[in-house]
């Protein structure tokens, strides 16, 4: 079961912070009473007044933590929300431009500020642009995915025969190296190292030597509000052309950095693929 961080994050804030004001509010007079009567009973300072004092001022172990977490927290959710978020690829889906294991940097206000967990766009900001890497809800799923802007609202994107099509217009490929693509089933096949050009975007994909699989529908015609997403891996990627095209509100941020990989098992991380996502 994945884990929906922003919402246990959010959970700790509300706990931390309400257990700092209770006490702040209800305790932390009854507690400096205490230590005023002490004062006033012994007028002269002892170690037996001072250890009273010192048990009177304590507070709960409990409040002592909530305290100590709460701004730390605060400025995580603040950061995570609004800013900055950290995230770990988990597929191959975006080759040659994503690898599994990188983890990127997801600009969360580009695109608009949103509240966190519900993703309610509070402010108005930029809108997606052609060739930019995004991270998003899909609608057939709860988890996050990323994946290029291929199609703007009102774009017709056409696919076959492994060239795309936006306006019925061919979109730049040009072909600069033969590659080994690694299929799901951990085969692998020969296939083409393509540069592209996305809008003002020039990025690189990959596809497969071997005729497309995919015998089914090649026209989308994208909504108003919704973008329509593809994997720079074509040949394997679940992408808009499976579950089609991505609502408005279920955008997350723009990707724009990749600032550590880490190889699967127990290998440690390295900084060799650092830098903009292109």
Known sequence: MDIDFSLVLLVLVVLTGAIALFDRMFKTEPRRQAVAKLKAVQKTPNEALAQAIAVAEQEPIVVEYAKSFFPVLLIVLV????????????????????????????????YGLRLPVVGTKIVEMNEPQRGEVMVFIPPHDSRYFIKRVVGLPGDTVRYEDKVLYINDERVQAQPIDQVEIEMPNGMMQRGILLTE??????????????????????????????????????????DSR?????????????????????????????????????
């Open 242 to 278: 499976v579950w089609g095209a991505v609502p408005e509100e279920n955008i997350v941020g723009k990707a724009f950095a990749i600032w550590m990989h880490k190889e699967p098992g127990w290998s440690l991380p390295t900084f060799r693929r650092n830098g903009l996502i292109l």
């Open 79 to 110: 950061l995570r929300s609004f800013l900055v978020e950290p995230f770990q690829i988990p597929s191959g889906s975006m080759i040659p431009t994503l690898e599994v294991g990188d983890f990127i940097l997801v600009n969360k206000y580009t």
């Open 197 to 238: 050009t996305l809008g003002a975007v020039e990025h690189q994909t990959q596809i497969m030597n071997a005729p497309s699989r995919d015998g089914g529908r090649t026209v989308w015609v994208v909504p108003q509000g919704h973008y329509f997403m593809m994997g720079d891996n074509r040949d394997n990627s679940a």
